[in-house]
């Protein structure tokens, strides 16, 4: 029974820091956007920072040259 005397306003002072952290985000903008962020991803491909594979070049491969002695 003595436990509750802590219990119930250790759990009071555990919801008002919960819920002041509800009002700041709400305040502070952060579900503002919900879309964006989907989005975004999408239209990460024209960013000069990501490394792009090489292209293929347009002159041929040179390939070693074939063995010329028969196999026995």
Known sequence: MDILYF???LSIVVMGVMIWAVVWTVR???????EGPAHRI?????DPRIPRPQEPSAEPRQTPPADTQPKH
């Not at 502070?28 to 919900?34: A, C, E, M, T």
């Open 7 to 9: 219990l119930i306003p």
């Open 42 to 46: 999408l239209m990460d491909d024209d």
């Open 28 to 34: 502070s903008g952060q579900y503002d956007d919900l």
